[in-house]
């Protein structure tokens, strides 16, 4: 009989705590959602925070809203001043804008190729002189382009027409970057395989990005459409020129540097690109596979997450970070700007990939302050 009056003292006494955790629990406030915005307010605070020069602001808010909208990303001021100051970096709010030189750019690049698949130069510059599906010579079409636009359109026919131009070009178009956010057409034909395009595609995802709404629509979902855990949009921004996730990849790779006492360029770059082979991220990772206890297979399967939320999960990552702790006997940042300098065609100068973070943030602090002008 005492040990049933025990059993229910020991019963009232659970049921007594777990009506207290119930009632803690139902007074804690949940996290409060993020205010939500009409699409006309949504608007007008976009184009409030347009700079006051931009031509067709309201058409350019519109643009912008409507990517927000369709992915889901919230129209706050600070993703809005995001989208503004690269575009501002980009472009200057052209949809597809005037690039100084570029006749000379043009005839560079076709010089370069022309070397590269060994045709003489006075064989491709023959070819040029015929005449395009317009009457006008390619080359002198080329002389008188101002815009990518302009340029790729007559790549596009030379490549169509002529087959030294498939040869040349192995069939791509090499205006590879396009519109107002110059965004890679390879990107965006990736993320139109999982983000349906909400817009008439007129000819191609590549020409499309030529256009405001479309290189808006693919520009917003590489800066802003995926999760990364950066407390500063400079991460983004340097992610958006050197590919998403890159901050966070080069702050492994300096983890990395610190566990295995080799050091690594920290420029984002996870695995060789177009390589089978191991790179120096790789290579540095296996020779602590017996420390970390993972395979060389593992170590790679890691690795090859390197564009995904997922390699924050994997173990290389949080066993790096962990051994690398020990060592420095302090807390690693998980985001560091790529160690990375620019080139291309259209670069006349030394830039890197910091500049570039650097110069869009100071943009995107320009544009918040004209959220509530003084």
């Keep these: 009989m005492s040990s049933c009056r025990s059993v229910a003292r ?9 009506c207290v955790a119930l009632v803690v629990a139902c ?5 409060a959602p993020p205010p939500t915005i009409s699409p006309a307010d949504a608007r007008a605070l976009i184009a409030r925070l347009l700079p006051a ?28 001043c995001a989208v503004v100051a690269v575009i501002e970096q980009e472009s200057g709010f052209r949809a597809d804008p005037a690039v100084a030189g570029l006749p000379a750019i043009a005839w560079a690049e076709i010089d370069r190729r022309a070397a590269q698949a060994g045709v003489p130069p006075l ?35 030379f490549i169509g027409m002529v087959p030294l131009g498939q040869r040349l070009f192995a069939g791509s178009n090499p205006i590879r970057t396009r519109g107002p956010m110059q965004v890679n057409v390879a990107f965006a034909e990736r993320f139109v395989a999982s983000h349906p395009y909400p817009y008439p595609v007129q000819k191609s995802i590549a020409d499309e990005l030529f256009t405001r709404r479309g290189g808006l629509f ?26 998403q996730y890159a901050s966070r990849n080069a702050a492994f790779q300096n983890a990395l540097a610190s566990a295995s006492g080799i050091p690594i360029v920290a420029d984002g770059a996870l695995r ?52 690398a702790e020990r060592i ?12 990375i300098e620019l080139q291309g065609p259209k670069i006349t100068r030394h830039l890197t ?3 570039y973070a650097d110069s869009v943030e100071a943009k995107f602090r320009r544009c918040l302050a004209r959220q509530n002008p003084s």
């Excluded at 020991?10 to 705590?17: I, Y």
């Excluded at 802003?224 to 020129?241: E, G, I, K, T, V």
């Design 353 to 355: 990939t910091a500049w």
């Design 27 to 31: 007074s804690t406030p949940a996290p």
């Design 218 to 243: 693919f520009g917003i979902g590489h800066l802003l459409d995926y999760p990364a855990s950066y407390d500063r949009y400079l991460y983004r921004f340097a992610d958006f020129n050197a590919g």
């Design 123 to 157: 064989v491709v510059h023959a070819a040029l002189r015929l005449a395009s599906s317009n009457g006008v010579s390619y080359g002198d079409r080329i002389d008188h382009v101002r815009t990518e636009r302009e340029l790729s359109d007559v790549f596009e026919d």
């Design 53 to 80: 020069s931009t031509s067709d602001a309201r058409g350019w808010a519109a643009d912008i809203y409507a990517a927000f909208a369709v992915q889901n990303i919230a129209a706050t001021a600070e993703n809005a």
């Design 272 to 323: 060789a690109q177009g390589s089978s082979e191991p790179g120096s991220t790789e290579l540095a990772a296996r020779t602590l596979a017996a420390a970390l206890r993972l395979s060389e297979g593992e170590i790679r399967a890691a690795l090859e997450q390197g564009r995904s939320k997922d390699f924050e999960r994997t173990a290389l990552y949080q066993r790096v970070f962990a051994r």
């Design 328 to 339: 420095e006997g302090r807390t690693l940042p998980r985001a560091l700007v790529p160690r």
């Design 10 to 18: 020991v019963l009232r006494r659970v049921l007594s705590l777990s």
